[in-house]
C-alpha cells in the first residue's frame, strides 16, 4: 500500500506544479463553508476538503472514528486519538484522491459536497489552546538580540547553550491568519525620561516563528523523553509572535515578557503533520557544550523549511524582508518537547509550542525587525521606496513556509495580519 | 428583600460559629459525590450543596437558568451567565437556606438528595483555566527578594512602582486542594560549578499567594479600565504557587520562570465571590509615585483577608510558619486586570490571576521558604523540633485564608498538597 508520502502518487485533482498542498501534504484544518456550516478539512491544491462529508460517506470505513469526529470546531478531539488513527486517516485521503482511485473522482453529486474552492470558505482556528509555550531557540537571534543590550561579549546568558529557554505565553489572543491586529497602547520609557509614558506603541514588530501542536501527554508528574517526544508531536504552523519592543523592554524584568507580546500572535490555518514533514529531516546544528543526557537524542529531528516574510503598505505590493529556515534551530522541537516534560509538567493535545524568532548566519535571514533595522539604526526599503524601522499602521505582514527537497515540494500556506492603528 | 450578604441572616442549618462558610459566604465549587455524580455546588457550615440537584427541584424558578448549567464539571458556564445572574443564584440559595424558610428545611426526601457531609464528597478542579497569570503585586516580597539577590538599594526593579509586574503561567499543572505534587527534576548551576547539574530540586519552596477568576471579558483589542474591572471579577481562591528556586535561578534570565513553577500551582476547591467580600473591603497602601491614569481607581479595592501558612511533616503535626494578608498587596486586582488588558489582551470565564508572593512588614509574614528562611541562611523550627530552610519530601503544606471584621467571620478553606519524592 502506498502511504501518503509515496512521492509517485498523483492525485485525479488539478494542482499547481508550485502548490504548498499536493498530495503529499494533506494537512488539517477547520473551515465554515458557504452554508455557515463549519467542518474539519484538509486541502490539496486549491481545494478544501470536507472531511464530515468524507466520514458521513463511508470513505474512513475500516478505522476506528466517533461520527462527529470531524464535525467539530477544531482540531483537539480528532488530535486526541493519537497519531497511529490520525495518519490512518490521512493515509486514507490520499488513496481518495488518488489518481487510479475512481470511487469519489467519478462521483460528482459526492464531489459537489466534499470540495470546496479555498476561495469560499472562511479558514477558523484550527485548535483550542489551552497551554502557549515561547522557545527561544535560534542561537543568532538570541545572539544579533543579546549583542544590542549587552554587547557581543555577554550576547548569549550562561544558561542558553544548556536549555531551551522557553516562557509561557498567552493562549487567548492567538488569532488565525487573515484576523487583523491593533496596534497596542502600553507604557513604555524613553531612555531620556524620568518616569514611563502611556500610548500607542512605537515599536511594533513580527517575529519570525514556527510552531508545534502536541497531542495530549503523560500524567502530571511524568517526564517525556527525547526518544518518546516524537509520538507526542502532531503537526506545525507558521507563526507571528508580534511584540511591541517598546512595552517589552520596559516591563519584562525580571519575570519576562507579558504586555509586549499578548496583545496578539497569528498562527497558519493549515496544521502540517509530522508524517508529511518527514522527508525534510535534516541534521540539526552542532552543539557545544554537549547537552545534559535527558536533552540528547541521535535521531535527526532538525526539519529544512524555508521561511519568507513580507510587508505589504497599506493598498501596495509585497516586499520580501526576510528569508530563514527553520532548521538553523539550535535546539529541536523533541529536545524543547523533553526540557518542558522533565520536571513533570503535563501537555494536552492542542497545545502550542512556539520556536521563538528564527535568525539564521546573515543578515537577510533575521526574523524580526529588531534585528534587521538593528535596534532601529538603519531602515529596510520595500519596493514603493517607503522605508520601515518597525512596522506601521496599515501594513500587513505575511510569513511563509516550504519545503523543497530537489524532488518534493510541500509547504504551509501563510500567515498574513494587517496592523490597525491603536485605539486610543 | 434580604440580600445573602445580610449579617442577620441564620440558616437553619448546623453551623458552627468559626466556620469559613457561613451563610453570607455561598461560594460556588464543583464536587463528586459518593455515587460517583458530578455537581457545582456550594457549601454552607460542613454541608456540600448539590445546585443541580436544587434546580431540578424547582428552586432557582424565575431565574433565567439553562437546564443543565449546574450539571457541569467545571463552573466555566455558570461563570459565563454573567455577575448579575450569578449574583441571583446566590442571594436564591441564602433565602432557600433561610432559618425563617420551611420549604426544604421540612422536606426530608429533598434534604436527602441535596445535602452531603463534605467529608463525603470530593471536591474537583471548580474551573477550567484557559489563562493563568501570575503577578507579583507585594512590594514587601518584591524588595525582599531583589535585596536577597542585588541588595537593598537596587532591591525594586525600576518599573515596580509603576505597573503591576506580571507574567504568564502554565493552566496545566494547576490541581485542586488535596492532590500532591512530585519534587520535580531539572536543571540547576551550583555557585562554584562550570557547568549546571541535573537532579531533584533542591529548594522547593511554596508561594502564599491568591488568585481571582474572572468572567468574559471583551473582545480582543479592546480594554477594561478600572471603572469596569470590578464587572469581571468573579471570585477568588487560595493559591499556592509551588516554585523551585534552584531551578528557577538559573533559567529565568532572560524571559522569566518555567520549569521552576511549571510542574505544579495548587488552589483551594470554593471559589469565594467578590459579592461575599464586599463587607471586607479596605483602601489600599498608598501609592507613590502616582500611578499612570489607567491605573487609577479612586474606590476601595482592596480586602482584609488573613493569611496563614502551615508545615506538616509527614506523620506530624502542623506549625505555623506564616501570616499575612491580602491586603498587604501594593497592586490591588482591579489595577491588575486594567493593566492586562490595556493592550487589547481578551480575557475569559475561568481565566485566572494570582497575586505573586504575599508578604507584610514584619518577618513573620513572609510568605516564602526564601524569604523565612533568607535563602537558606536560617532555619524555621517546627513544633516537632525538626528544622526547615526549604519544603522536604513528605512535608505538607497548607494554606488558610479567612475574613473576619469584628462582627462578621467567613473564609475560604484551605488549600493543602503534600510533596512526594521525585521520580528519578
Known sequence: MLTANDPNRKSWLDISENS?????????GVFMAKDDHITIGTRIGDYAIDLGALHQLGYFEG???????????????F????????????NRIAEIFDANNSALQGNAEQ?????????????????????????????????????????????????????PVGYHGRSSSIIVSGENIRRPMGQ??????????????????FELE???????????????????????????VVFNDWSARDLQAWEYVPLGPFLGKNFASSMSAWVVTFDALEPYR??????????????????????DIKLEVYIQPEGG????????????????????????????????????MASGTISGPNPSNYGSMLELSWRGAKSITLSDGSERKFIQDGDTVIMRAFCDNGSQRMGFGEVRSKVLPAKE
Request: proline share 7%; charged share 20%; aromatic share 10%.
Open 210 to 236: 514556527m510552531a508545534f501542536i502536541t497531542t495530549d501527554g503523560k500524567a502530571l508528574g511524568e517526564c517525556i523523553t527525547t526518544e518518546e517526544a516524537e509520538d507526542y508531536l502532531f503537526g506545525m
Open 282 to 303: 535534516v541534521e540539526k546544528p552542532a552543539q557545544d557544550p554537549e547537552p545534559l543526557p535527558y536533552l540528547q537524542c541521535a535521531k535527526n529531528t532538525s526539519y
Open 63 to 77: 478505522i476506528i472514528l466517533p461520527e462527529d469526529v470531524f464535525l467539530q470546531d477544531t482540531l483537539n478531539d
Open 111 to 163: 464531489r459537489d459536497i466534499i470540495l470546496f474552492a479555498v476561495e469560499e470558505v472562511q479558514m477558523l482556528m484550527p485548535v483550542f489552546i489551552q497551554d502557549y509555550t515561547d522557545f527561544y531557540s535560534s542561537r543568532e537571534h538570541a545572539f544579533n538580540v543579546g549583542t544590542m543590550f549587552r554587547g557581543a561579549d555577554n550576547a548569549l546568558m550562561p544558561n542558553w547553550l544548556h536549555l
Open 317 to 352: 505590493a509585497e516586499s520580501l524582508v526576510c528569508e530563514s529556515n527553520h532548521k538553523y534551530l539550535y535546539w529541536t522541537m523533541v529536545q524543547q518537547l523533553a526540557h518542558h516534560t522533565v520536571n513533570g509538567c503535563n501537555i494536552n493535545a492542542g497545545d502550542l
Open 20 to 28: 504548498d498542498f499536493p498530495i503529499h501534504n494533506l494537512p488539517f
Open 188 to 205: 513604555s520609557k524613553p531612555a531620556d525620561a524620568d518616569a514611563p509614558v502611556f500610548g500607542p506603541s512605537k515599536l511594533l514588530d
Open 79 to 90: 488530535i486526541t486519538l493519537g497519531k497511529p488513527t490520525c495518519r490512518q486517516v490521512r
